[in-house]
T-cell receptor, first 109, second 114 residues
Framework: GQSLEQPSEVTAVEGAIVQINCTYQTSGFYGLSWYQQHDGGAPTFLSYNALDGLEETGRFSSFLSRSDSYGYLLLQELQMKDSASYFCAPYTGRRALTFGSGTRLQVQP | DGGITQSPKYLFRKEGQNVTLSCEQNLNHDAMYWYRQDPGQGLRLIYY???????QKGDIAEGYSVSREKKESFPLTVTSAQKNPTAFYLC?????????????FGEGSRLTVL
């Protein structure tokens, strides 16, 4: 079967670091994407990991462990504008992304 | 500017009516996708197409239909068979030849059944 798990909500303060975990079970796994979505808006692409390890893009980093079927998104130096929903999305053998239910991040002053 | 255009942005429908949501892209992408999002939920895949004149059912295709007659266009019809069509619909595209996991999304169409 196919499953995808990430925490439903995370709260952190400005300037802090937060990690959003994602565990997945899929067939034909190619890689793991991360998306950000602000309320009422469209998802925007943050990162994609095809290989094990850490990918860094500015304040955001993403990690993948294929053997553990696990990944995480790391957000550093949190800003109020980072308050949004974050989705992990495995890219699978059917050549389409499957999105999880998302993690709602609330950044407090 | 390249991008994906969805229309209409807001749509109201009476029960029993079919409606068609438009999705056009000028990114020269081969692959296009339709997702549905309910409040506070993730995105669920309705249909996707990797190439013109070909498309596949996603996870929740019942009550929906699509066509892919042109590379640039991937319209979605929400039929009267869809029992709970009120939702936010998102169209996306990607380059099928570059496996980067990156989808480009339109601004979405919000459908409300009255």
């Amino acid at each position: 079967g196919q499953s995808l798990e990430q925490p439903s909500e995370v709260t952190a303060v400005e300037g802090a670091i937060v990690q959003i975990n994602c565990t997945y079970q899929t067939s034909g796994f190619y890689g793991l994407s991360w998306y950000q979505q602000h309320d009422g808006g469209a998802p925007t692409f943050l990162s994609y990991n095809a290989l094990d390890g850490l990918e860094e893009t500015g304040r955001f980093s993403s990690f993948l462990s294929r053997s553990d079927s696990y990944g995480y998104l790391l957000l550093q130096e949190l800003q109020m504008k980072d308050s949004a929903s974050y989705f992990c999305a495995p890219y699978t053998g059917r050549r389409a992304l499957t999105f999880g239910s998302g993690t709602r991040l609330q950044v407090q002053p | 500017d390249g991008g994906i255009t969805q229309s209409p942005k807001y749509l109201f429908r009476k029960e029993g009516q079919n409606v068609t949501l438009s999705c056009e892209q000028n990114l020269n992408h081969d692959a296009m996708y339709w997702y549905r999002q309910d409040p506070g939920q993730g995105l669920r895949l309705i249909y996707y197409s990797q190439i013109v004149n070909d498309f596949q059912k996603g996870d929740i295709a019942e009550g929906y239909s699509v066509s892919r007659e042109k590379k640039e266009s991937f319209p979605l019809t929400v039929t009267s068979a869809q029992k709970n069509p009120t939702a936010f619909y998102l169209c996306a595209s990607s380059s099928a030849t570059e496996n980067t996991g990156e989808l480009f999304f339109g601004e979405g169409s919000r459908l409300t059944v009255l």
